[in-house]
Structures are given as structure tokens and as C-alpha cells.
């Protein structure tokens, strides 16, 4: 379909307001916060409703027009790049939190919502929602559950996927599924809920979530561990999950990462250690002390240089955001940042640490590594200039090199962005053959004419077909 055709009727769905195919739209939005993945879509979209979002996608099935959902773009993993062109479709509109239902500990949002207005909001009312990705303060709900989004509280309390209890989704021929519900057990039929989480905008459409709530913990308590010795913080994490204490948070940064985040943030962390850890208990006072003590051990006993408790509240929520704000630090440094999150088992932690450290010398590439060190998701982080051909060669071969390890160990080559474009090469390693097959089977299925995201996840040929199994 023509341009101007596609406009003008996307114009009588929505009112021309919110139809926008300027370039400077274009260019805003054929980016995401992937370097070096960039395509330009022909026109952007913010629909005000699930049925302007279900004119639209009709719209698109009828003629073939790719569609790209974008929450705030921050993926790392070009998932919202409009790589075939066609709609990017925005929730800018939808950011309404439509109910908390005390009653039965959940809340119903709109998908634009924000995930920090979102926690916010649910703390304000006497609840806690639990998944807080580093990214909370822009990244979007709809984002966070089509990327199965982690964050620093995973490692006690899950990731988005144990949090997701319905949603309604516009499939790509139009028609709304309401999918689980308000249910605590559910078992009719196949969990469409679960197969839609994580399924990164290429199955259908999010145009509402109900969300499970917590009760707020009673109190909690912040550390940091200094190290001398990298495997020796890594060492301590592997200790006290074996102690059959599992902390909120604990969260690892090596000493490129401590530079640069005290550099940026001047928190006062030791910029001459080789690692630290930050370490969150929460719950009951009294386990929390009890744990926290333990855990104190622990770290002295693996030479921990320092262990130091957070002084108040504030201190500590300063040592979070800390470590929250690493790949903003990063990002100063030098002109390209790429964030990796290959995923092991964590007792390969401390194995997985020294491969990335022998990668980076053997490739001669800058790695900085942070990330959730008690669930085996690491963040290898390279330094480098895209404008330097030579080295984004060798910046490439570490990170299939990282990927690789990642899988010897048991792993997997994302743990918590999701596959994208950028990962869609190295899937199989994962998946395998048989397993990317039947990953392909449904999109084939739910999708026939491929227009949900097309290019994510799965390779595409340069027709922009996928490339099949
Ligand atoms: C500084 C920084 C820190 C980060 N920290 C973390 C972290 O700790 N943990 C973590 O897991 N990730 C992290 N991320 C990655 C990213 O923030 C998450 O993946 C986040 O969930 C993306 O949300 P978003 O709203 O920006 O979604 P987008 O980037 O806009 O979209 C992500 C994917 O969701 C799809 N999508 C968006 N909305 C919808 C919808 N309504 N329906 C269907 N599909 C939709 C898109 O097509 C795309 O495939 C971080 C990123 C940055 C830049």
C-alpha cells in the first residue's frame, strides 16, 4: 500500500493528530538503546485504546504492513528497530493504572505505563511489585512483559514472567484474547499468558496486563563487599546461596565498572578494589539481621577486604541506583557501549568472570562486567567506537566467544533482554534445531503474513522473510 494511503487511513482510525510521518518522527524512532541498528518506519502511531489498536492491526493484515509495539525503546537487543519499515506503534496514550484490587492482590494497567509510576503508585497504596529492571525509570510495563524483563530484586522475588497473571492481546488478525485473569490457579488449556510474556512484539499486541501484587516486606537491609580477588566475590555469592540464604539483591561490578560508576555517581565506592557486592536482604527484621550476619561471615571468610552495612535508607538506596545507573557510566567513556547479558548456572560465576576477563585480553577489547551476580546473569559490557571497523570486528568475535562460554556452562546467550536482532544469529546455539522449529511453528501459526515485528527474534532473509529451520 502507498504511503499516503496508509497515512490517510491510520488518520480516520485515530485523528490525524496521532499519526505523525515527519522525518524528524522517523528518525526518533528508527533507533532504540541498541547501538548500530538503525531503519527507518514510514509512519508512527499513538492509538488512545485497545480498539484503535485493533483497527490498526486489521489495518496491517490487510495489507501486509509491518508493525513495530514500542513501549520506550530501551531494549538492548534492536527489538524495537523497524527493521522492515512499516508502523511504529507507541502507548504513549495508554499509560492509565485502571485498578488495584485489593482483594485479590492485583492491579490492571494500561501498557504505556512507566514501571517506576507503577511501583510507586502500588507503594503508595500499601503493596510492593517486585521486578525493578535498571531501566524502571522510562521503561514501560508493556516493554518489561514483552521482554520478560529481570532486575535487581529477581533473585528472591522472579522476573516479570511470575508477575504477569492476565493480559489482553491484539493478535495480529485483529481479534482481542483475554488471556488468565485474576486467578491464582488457572489451568484451562494452553498458558497463553506465559507464551505472550517475553514474546517481544511479535506475536500480538499488549493492550492491557493484570499484575500480581506482594505484601510490602517489613524491613530491609543494604552491604557492600569489598574484594581484592574477583573469584573471591564470586566465590561468596555461590557460598551463601549454598548457606540456603537468598538474598533480594546481589549484584556484582568489577573494577572497570566501580571506576566508572564512581566517577559518574560519586557514591564514595573504592575505585581500587578489584569487585564489590552489593547485597539486599529483606523481610522480617529479625531474619533479616540473622541473615545479614551470615552473610557478613561469609564475606569475611572469602577475604573480603571490607564489609561495610548501609548507614540509613538513603545511603543504601544511594549504593543501588549505584549499581542501577552502571551502563549510563559506561556510556561515557567512549563513544559505542554494548551491553551483553549471556546468562550461566550461578556456581559458574566465578568461571564465567575470568573467561570474559581472558576474552577481553585476548580479542584487546575494553570489558567492564556488572550485573545480577546471585542469578548468573552477567552484563560484559564492551568500550569501544562503531567508527572503528577493525575493532567492532574483534568486538564482535568476543562476544560469540562470551555467547559460546556462556552455553559451555550450561547457560544461555540472554537472560533477561531478550534475542531481538541482535541475538537472532546465535538462537540455535541455544534452542537448537528442533526447538527453534517449534518457536517458528507459532509464529507461523499466530502470524501468517508476518507482520508482528517481523526481523525479531528469528533471522530474516533480505526479503525480509524469516529464514526458516
Ligand atoms: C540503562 C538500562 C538498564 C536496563 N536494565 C535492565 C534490567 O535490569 N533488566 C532487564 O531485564 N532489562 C534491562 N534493560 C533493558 C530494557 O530496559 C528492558 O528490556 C525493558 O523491559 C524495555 O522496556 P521498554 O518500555 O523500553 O520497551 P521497548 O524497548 O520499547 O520494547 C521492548 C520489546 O517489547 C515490545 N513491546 C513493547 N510494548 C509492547 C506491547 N504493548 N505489546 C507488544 N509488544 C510490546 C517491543 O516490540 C520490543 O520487542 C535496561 C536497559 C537500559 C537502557
Redesign the pocket.
Known amino acids: 500500500m502507498k504511503r499516503d494511503d496508509l497515512k490517510k487511513r491510520l488518520s480516520a482510525i485515530l485523528g490525524a493528530e496521532h499519526v505523525h510521518d515527519s522525518n524528524e518522527m522517523k528518525l526518533a524512532y528508527s533507533y532504540?538503546?541498541t547501538p548500530n541498528y538503525q531503519a527507518l518506519p514510514d509512519v508512527i502511531v499513538s492509538p488512545g485504546n485497545m480498539e484503535e489498536i485493533q483497527a490498526i492491526v486489521q489495518l496491517c493484515n490487510e495489507t501486509g504492513t509491518p508493525i513495530?509495539?514500542?513501549?520506550?525503546?530501551?531494549?538492548?537487543s534492536a527489538?524495537?528497530c523497524p527493521s522492515e519499515g512499516g508502523i511504529v506503534l507507541l502507548?504513549n496514550r495508554m499509560t492509565e493504572i485502571i485498578e488495584l484490587d485489593a482483594d485479590n492482590l492485583t492491579a490492571t494497567v494500561q501498557?504505556g505505563v512507566t514501571t517506576e509510576t507503577f511501583i510507586r503508585y502500588v507503594e503508595e497504596q500499601g503493596f510492593f511489585y517486585p521486578p525493578d529492571?535498571?531501566?524502571m525509570r522510562?521503561?514501560?510495563i508493556?516493554?518489561?512483559i514483552?521482554?520478560n524483563?529481570?532486575?535487581?530484586r529477581g533473585l528472591k522475588y522472579g522476573v516479570t514472567r511470575d508477575y504477569v497473571m492476565g493480559l489482553k492481546v491484539i493478535m495480529p488478525n485483529g481479534e482481542c484474547v483475554v488471556t488468565g485473569g485474576k486467578c491464582v490457579k488457572d489451568v484451562a488449556g494452553y498458558d497463553l499468558t506465559r507464551l505472550m510474556v517475553g514474546s517481544?512484539?511479535t506475536l500480538?499486541?499488549?493492550g492491557e496486563a493484570t499484575l500480581k501484587l506482594l505484601p510490602p516486606p517489613e524491613s530491609k537491609q543494604t552491604l557492600m563487599a569489598v574484594y581484592n580477588d574477583i573469584e573471591a566475590a564470586a566465590q561468596t555469592v555461590s557460598e551463601i546461596i549454598a548457606a540456603k540464604i537468598i538474598p533480594a539483591t546481589m549484584e556484582f561490578l568489577d573494577q572497570p565498572t566501580i571506576e566508572v560508576v564512581e566517577d559518574y555517581a560519586g557514591v564514595g565506592l573504592p575505585t581500587d578494589a578489584a569487585a564489590i557486592l552489593l547485597i539486599e536482604q529483606d523481610g522480617p527484621s529479625e531474619m533479616v539481621q540473622r541473615d545479614l550476619q551470615v552473610i557478613q561471615r561469609i564475606c569475611q571468610a572469602q577475604q573480603a577486604i571490607d564489609v561495610e552495612r548501609a548507614k540509613n535508607e538513603e545511603h543504601a538506596e544511594k549504593l543501588l541506583t549505584a549499581r542501577r545507573v552502571a551502563?549510563?557510566a559506561c556510556a561515557r567513556k567512549k563513544p559505542t557501549t554494548i551491553l551483553e547479558d549471556a546468562t550461566v548456572p550461578r556456581s559458574k560465576v566465578a568461571a564465567m568472570v575470568q573467561a570474559i576477563n581472558g576474552i577481553a585480553r585476548k580479542y584487546e577489547v575494553q570489558i567492564c562486567t556488572f550485573g545480577h551476580a546471585g542469578d548468573g546473569n552477567l552484563h560484559p559490557t564492551i568500550l569501544t567506537d562503531a567508527r572503528d571497523l577493525e575493532e567492532m570486528k574483534r568486538v564482535e568475535q568476543a562476544f560469540a566467544e562470551i555467547f559460546q562460554k556462556a552455553i559451555e556452562f550450561g547457560g544461555t546467550i540472554t537472560g533477561?533482554?531478550?534475542v531481538?536482532m541482535m541475538k537472532a544469529p546465535y538462537l540455535k546455539w541455544k534452542a537448537g534445531s528442533s526447538g527453534l522449529n517449534v518457536m517458528q511453528s507459532i509464529k507461523r501459526a499466530l502470524d501468517p503474513k508476518n507482520i508482528m515485528?517481523p526481523g525479531?527474534i528469528f533471522q530474516s532473509n533480505p526479503d525480509g522473510e524469516m529464514i526458516a529451520e
Do not use: Q
Open positions: 532504540d538503546a513495530v509495539p514500542r513501549g520506550s525503546g530501551t531494549n538492548l527489538g524495537t502507548f501498557p529492571p535498571g531501566s522510562i521503561s514501560t508493556g516493554g518489561n514483552s521482554e524483563s529481570g532486575g535487581l517481544e512484539g500480538g499486541v499488549i551502563l549510563s533477561e533482554h531478550g531481538g515485528n525479531k
